[in-house]
T-cell receptor, first 112, second 113 residues
Framework: SQKIEQNSEALNIQEGKTATLTCNYT??????LQWYRQDPGRGPVFLLL???NEKEKRKERLKVTFDTTLKQSLFHITASQPADSATYLC???????????WGAGTKLIIKP | NAGVTQTPKFQVLKTGQSMTLQCAQD?????MSWYRQDPGMGLRLIHY???????DQGEVPNGYNVSRSTTEDFPLRLLSAAPSQTSVYFC????????????FGSGTRLTVV
């Protein structure tokens, strides 16, 4: 069956360290992978998009990698801050038809 | 720039009642979609539209209807509410293209009793 897996357990990280979140998928061949941030009671907010032919993409303190052989994307936040605490969602798109398939998200807690 | 606006923010319905969740965007996005979010599960696509006059079903369409008469508006109708439809509903839009993500509304928390 097709699955997208994100760690369901909360990830606790000390402020200033690098937080790394994982998104694994099976039985998909995604063309694009997106990462979103969601705060309690709010809608998801788009962060980064990476294509299947891109290994890595960066935006300020954020870095996303995409390994189609391992069927995995890693999302890194460097120099983490308590304000980075949120749930982070990954989503796959098979092609340019705009439909996304979502993971359940990982809750990130940055401790001062 | 308002982005995607959803109303209401909260709603309680009795089983069997009908209602419409409103969604409007002011970004001239062609693609709009409705998702539901339940605890421990990823967002699930209910219906989507690739432009005015065009709608299609997503993963979980049963019990919901949509229409898209204008680019801006994409209402979601619950025909006869059931407790299984208790959820948080999100509307999202995108201008498309490979470098653009989705813009989400702030959600409607619906409880069916």
């Amino acid at each position: 069956s097709q699955k997208i897996e994100q760690n369901s357990e909360a990830l606790n990280i000390q402020e200033g360290k690098t937080a790394t979140l994982t998104c694994n998928y099976t039985n998909y061949s995604p063309a694009y992978l997106q990462w979103y941030r969601q705060d309690p009671g709010r809608g998801p907010v788009f962060l980064l998009l990476i294509r299947e032919n891109e290994k890595e993409k960066r935006k300020e303190r954020l870095k996303v990698t995409f390994d189609t052989t391992l069927k995995q994307s890693l999302f890194h936040i460097t120099a983490s801050q308590p304000a980075d605490s949120a749930t982070y969602l990954c989503a796959l798109s098979m092609d340019s038809n705009y439909q996304l398939i979502w993971g359940a998200g990982t809750k990130l807690i940055i401790k001062p | 720039n308002a982005g995607v606006t959803q109303t209401p923010k909260f709603q309680v319905l009795k089983t069997g009642q009908s209602m419409t969740l409103q969604c409007a965007q002011d970004m001239n996005h062609e693609y709009m979609s409705w998702y539901r979010q339940d605890p421990g599960m990823g967002l699930r696509l209910i219906h989507y539209s690739v432009g005015a006059g065009i709608t299609d079903q997503g993963e979980v369409p049963n019990g919901y209807n949509v229409s898209r008469s204008t680019t801006e508006d994409f209402p979601l109708r619950l025909l006869s509410a059931a407790p299984s439809q208790t959820s948080v509903y999100f509307c999202a839009s995108t201008q498309g293209g490979i470098n653009y993500g989705y813009t989400f509304g702030s959600g409607t928390r619906l409880t069916v009793v």
